[in-house]
């Protein structure tokens, strides 16, 4: 059964570059959320993506934007980057059917660095 | 607003020894409260969670944690720590009035230093 996968690892961009981060969710799994991890932090929501639209936001950007496919795989883009979008990019799948309590998995991550 | 506090930076412990990792929460409603640990370049691993019932919860590789409604914690504990437990470890809450099921609210992390 494999779990949430995530692609690419690491990238390297510049500044006012674009990026695209891709997620596959957990086998059986319909939602997916994103979250960004800068050094030292806990992870902060950015969106969560079901039925291949997003349902919720956190407190980032327009730059940050978002897609989910009919298989439930997602994608993260990041527009116009900042130095300060440097950090390690999590996908995390659930199950809408468990509701609130449900625990979330999640992927690797993909490192970005922005010089 | 919704909030996790780990008052630790950094716990150091024998091998061996008894481990508590600590963390407050402030929620709307009731809370739904998650534990997940980070190894080194990984994504996190979930741990255990409280719902409901029982305040100990047991979880993964021996680990069980409190909930404690009146002081508002959820501390991470195992009776005998392995120098493979290691690693950054994470509280996250959800209010149970949520209807974002994917969002979590995380603390900033505690490392767990376990020194043979």
């Known amino acids: 059964d494999a779990g949430v996968t995530q692609s690419p690892t690491h990238l390297i961009k510049t500044r006012g570059q674009q990026v695209t981060l891709r997620c596959s969710p957990k086998?059986?799994?319909?939602?997916v959320s994103w979250y960004q991890q800068a050094l030292g932090q806990g992870p902060q929501f950015i969106f969560q993506?079901?039925?291949?639209?997003?349902?919720q936001r956190g407190n980032f950007p327009d730059r940050f934007s978002g897609h989910q496919f009919p298989n439930y795989s997602s994608e993260l883009n990041v527009n116009a980057l900042l130095l300060g979008d440097s950090a390690l990019y999590l996908c995390?799948?659930?199950?809408?059917?468990?509701?609130?309590?449900?625990?979330?998995?999640f992927g690797e991550g993909s490192r970005l660095t922005v010089l | 607003a919704q909030s996790v506090a780990q008052p630790e930076d950094q716990v150091n412990v024998a091998e061996g020894n008894p481990l508590t990792v600590k963390c407050t929460y402030s929620?709307?409603?009731?809370?739904?409260l998650f534990w997940y640990v980070q190894y080194p370049n990984r994504g996190l691993q979930f741990l255990l969670k409280?719902?409901?019932?029982?305040?100990l919860v047991k979880g993964s590789y021996g680990f069980e944690a409190e909930f404690n409604k009146s002081q508002t914690s959820f501390h991470l504990k195992k009776p005998s720590a392995l120098v493979s437990d290691s690693a950054l470890y994470f509280c996250?809450?959800?209010?149970?009035?949520?209807?974002?099921?994917?969002?979590?609210?995380f603390g900033q992390g505690t490392t767990l230093q376990v020194k043979p």
């Open positions: 995390a799948s659930s199950r809408r059917g468990q509701g609130a309590y449900g625990e979330l998995f």
């Open positions: 086998s059986g799994h319909d939602t």
């Open positions: 993506y079901y039925e291949e639209e997003e349902r």
């Open positions: 929620v709307s409603g009731n809370p739904y």
């Open positions: 409280y719902i409901t019932g029982d305040n």
């Open positions: 996250a809450v959800r209010g149970d009035g949520s209807s974002n099921t994917g969002k979590l609210i």
